[in-house]
């Protein structure tokens, strides 16, 4: 399928908006950086550059394929730099990292085997790049997928599985690689059921008008009911070691 998501300002602002660095995610990342040399891959509007930031005074680098998530970015004055890159076709920095993560960004490339080749290049003897993404079982008990029609089958064709991220990476020359799943069942809180309104989880804009409001609609009233305490979410983080 045509994996292809516009990334333009009405996105951008749903994601300021209503995205939210993720503290366990985050603390992964966290664990491999140990100054500022490190690359955010896939920035956005530079969430986890900020909060990494607060919290350890490094100021890392960041690309993304869109301007105006690179805008808001720019704004946070969180980042060393932050430049403007296609990762389907190019790596935006001469420079080499000892740490480079992708957080959600691997289902939106066309060519994962392309931007994972590239890290590899850019990346120190011994370096790692941190990939956040989520699988097949993660997709299956996320709420998108329970509540709107359509959703999985568009998920299961976007996302890369494990097996191929792993034999992209072994290609590409990385010697280790390991996976831990974060399990943090959340309850469902106006912030999360604005991103879902602004369809900042992006296949949201995949599925027909039809489906996203028969979606909505059962979990507007399922969230009213207060039936949402305790919704299940599961996320895979990777660790490829050069
Ligand atoms: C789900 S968002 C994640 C943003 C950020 N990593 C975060 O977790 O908040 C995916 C990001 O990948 C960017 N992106 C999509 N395709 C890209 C490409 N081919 N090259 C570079 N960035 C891309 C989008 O513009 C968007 O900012």
Redesign the pocket.
Known sequence: MDN??T?GGK??TA?EEH?K?YTG?VDFFLSHIKSNNFL?????????LLEIYRRSGFRGYG????DD?LAKAKVKDCASELRI?????EFPFDRIFPCIY????LH???RPQF?IANSNHHLTDGGVLLI?TETENDLRVKFTSVYFPGVLEVDLARYHSLVKIEKAAREAGFSKFETETLSDPVAMDEAIMNQVRTKSH?VLGFIDKKSFQEGIARLQDDFAAGKLAKMPWQYTLMTATK
């Open positions: 292809s998501y990334h996105e951008a994601y995205r660095a995610v955010d891959a896939g920035c956005g509007t530079g969430h986890d690309c993304d394929k869109s998530m890159a296609d990762l389907d076709k992708a957080h959600d960004l939106h490339l066309k931007f956040g992006s």
